[in-house]
Nanobody, 127 residues
Framework: QVQLVESGGGLVQAGGSLRLSCEASGFVFSNYVMGWFRQAPGKEREFVAAISESGGSTYYGDSVKGRFTISRDNAKKTVYLQLNSLEPEDTAFFYC????????????????????WGQGTRVTVSS
């Protein structure tokens, strides 16, 4: 069965960095677009970033553009999210997800396009 397991979250001071990982299993990883979303307490789940099947194309939410970087290693079946210049407003649970349609078929930022989700990893940024 499809499994997505995130790791790498933690507590960091403002201005710091973290690297999140999401290890996939149960499907042909290189065939799917992967995305990262986040959800802060009391807020809706928000798109963060997505990466195409080969890793050649990426797409970011406006609030993280220039600070976060998504990447993937298809041999390791893992997608990463590098978080730099963290701000207290970045505090949230971060989730990776597998997109149902291919890159460009439908918007990579649409939550309903993702059918499988990990359990999340918590990121807390202190001021």
């Amino acid at each position: 069965q499809v499994q997505l397991v995130e790791s790498g979250g933690g507590l960091v001071q403002a201005g710091g960095s973290l690297r999140l990982s999401c290890e996939a299993s149960g499907f042909v990883f290189s065939n799917y677009v992967m995305g990262w979303f986040r959800q802060a307490p009391g807020k809706e789940r928000e798109f963060v970033a997505a990466i195409s099947e080969s890793g050649g194309s990426t797409y970011y939410g406006d609030s993280v553009k220039g600070r976060f970087t998504i990447s993937r290693d298809n041999a390791k079946k893992t997608v990463y999210l590098q978080l730099n210049s963290l701000e207290p407003e970045d505090t949230a649970f971060f989730y990776c997800a597998r997109k149902t349609s291919s890159w460009g078929a439908r918007s990579a930022s649409t939550l309903s396009e993702y059918a499988y989700w990990g359990q999340g990893t918590r990121v807390t940024v202190s001021s």
